[in-house]
């Protein structure tokens, strides 16, 4: 599975737009790009997942340029609730093993 | 909203105890899986199942065992506990095909004395 790489940390006030980067420049074609978030103590929570197009849901967009070297997790408007550790994971059929690697990811503090 | 579960969420056991952490998930998925977390750092695999019957060892080696005889059980066993296998673990299991998400449990914390 391809490797991801994404800030250890980052701010932003609350309310306003957080943008957590993700680069994944060894994506193949059939690699899917999940993002999944971890508050303190609890196990990760699935936020969204995308192949190719941009994907929105009730809780984030995604933006996945169309080289697919990269993307961008948008929490439009973020609280003091999306605090967390939020991981980006490339997954899919060349491993053959269907693991998920959860790396450092990026600790987002959302400040009041 | 997932449904899996895991228990005990918090325990507290002294050395060369035996322990089996528990983890139950009512979605009818085939994968299961046990990461391993300290506080602050990496989700490590330490053992996963593709089915019934299947079980094999994850990225982070681990003394501990696990058994799939029904497809919604995925019990994880430490025959002698240390001091060194404090830690969270974290049970997980998804559906087949790779768009498929991987859905976790509340995590069981364990700490050995």
């Known amino acids: 599975d391809a490797k991801t790489t994404q800030p250890p940390s980052m701010d932003c006030a609350e309310g306003r737009a957080a943008n957590l980067p993700c680069n994944h420049s060894t994506i193949s074609g059939n690699e899917y790009v999940y993002w999944y978030r971890q508050i303190h103590s609890q196990g990760p929570q699935y936020i969204i997942h995308?192949?190719?197009n941009n994907e929105t849901n009730e809780m984030a967009s995604l933006i996945i340029t169309e080289d697919r070297k990269s993307s961008t997790l948008i929490l439009p408007h973020a609280t003091l609730r999306d605090t967390a550790v939020y991981y980006c994971?490339?997954?899919?059929?060349?491993?053959?093993?269907?693991?998920?690697?959860f790396g450092t990811g990026t600790r987002l503090k959302v400040l009041a | 909203e997932a449904d899996i579960y895991q228990t005990p969420r918090y325990l507290v056991i002294g050395t060369g105890k035996k322990i089996t952490l528990e983890c139950s998930q009512t979605?009818?998925?085939?994968?299961m899986y046990w990461y391993q977390q300290d506080p602050g750092m990496e989700l490590h695999l330490i053992h996963y199942?593709?089915?019934?019957?299947?079980?094999e060892k994850g990225d982070l080696s681990s003394e501990s065992t696990v058994s799939r005889i029904r497809t919604e059980h995925f019990p994880l066993t430490l025959e002698s506990a240390r001091p060194s296998h404090t830690s969270q673990y974290l049970c997980a299991s998804s559906s087949q095909g790779f768009g498929n998400t991987i859905y976790f449990g509340e995590g069981s914390w364990l700490t050995v004395v």
């Open positions: 995308g192949l190719k």
């Open positions: 979605m009818g998925h085939d994968k």
């Open positions: 199942s593709y089915g019934v019957n299947s079980t």
């Open positions: 994971i490339v997954r899919g059929s060349t491993s053959g093993t269907y693991k998920y690697i």
